[in-house]
């Protein structure tokens, strides 16, 4: 097994969020790709294996350290590059076919820039009053500055609180501690004149109940936008912000095809490749 490390939305060097790709993992099992990312501790590994579906290019499993994702959005992007970067060739030009957990998952570009077609959602609509209060709490929010709080889960069960303005979400301090499979995020308006159309945080429960913030989430931004879009409140190309206060400087690209498809983009960069990793047991 090979891993490489791979940068993923970042509007420079070091600026997004990082993801270990690890290739050849077909002989891992669970508890043993669990491991592994846990030890490694970014907010998500992928392994990629021999795809079981044919009209798929590869398949991946996403890790993070409380368990196993469905489906991811940086690491959607990352394990297509790192892929492409290996050698790999889709079969339909100019479009990857990723088979992870939610099914099959588009990707285009040209490795170094990288769009995922969001996938349909698997919750949406309002959440109730003491969901909406208790995901104030937890993000760290004043429940009057929300203007609207939904479901936006494509495989994280994420909830979205939609602020005032970039400000309120960039001020917000989350709870140190929330229930394992927590996912929350906060979207608003950019401040004018900044070149960015949404800022974004987003928040998810690690496996020993600590609140942590990721620097770039793929997943929510793909939800964000198909909410915003479907409402009315986002149109034609959009450029969101995320990771400010983490440390991290994303940008994420959202489209809207005349299809209804929403598409994610952002760039890719390899940090290190070919990193060998020995058979370790579980």
Known sequence: MRCDLVDVFGAGPLSGNPLAVVHGADGLDDAQMLRLTQWLGFSETTFLLRPTDPAADYRVRIFYPAGE???????????????????????REGVCVQECGVGLVDVRG???????????????GPLDADERAECARLAGVDLGTVIEAVHVANGPQWRLLRLESAEQVLAARPVPEAPAGTDIGLAAPGSPGSGIDWELRAFFADQHGRLREDPVTGSFNAGVAMHLYQSGLAEGPTVAAQGRMTGADGRIEWERHSDGAVWIGG????????AALPVFAS
């Open 110 to 124: 040209n490795g170094d820039t990288l769009a995922f077609r969001a996938p349909p959602f698997t919750r949406s």
């Open 267 to 274: 760039r890719c960069e390899t940090v290190s490749a070919g």
């Open 69 to 91: 994702l469905p489906f991811a959005g940086h690491p959607t992007l990352g394990t297509c590059h790192a892929w492409l970067r290996a050698g790999g060739a889709p079969r």
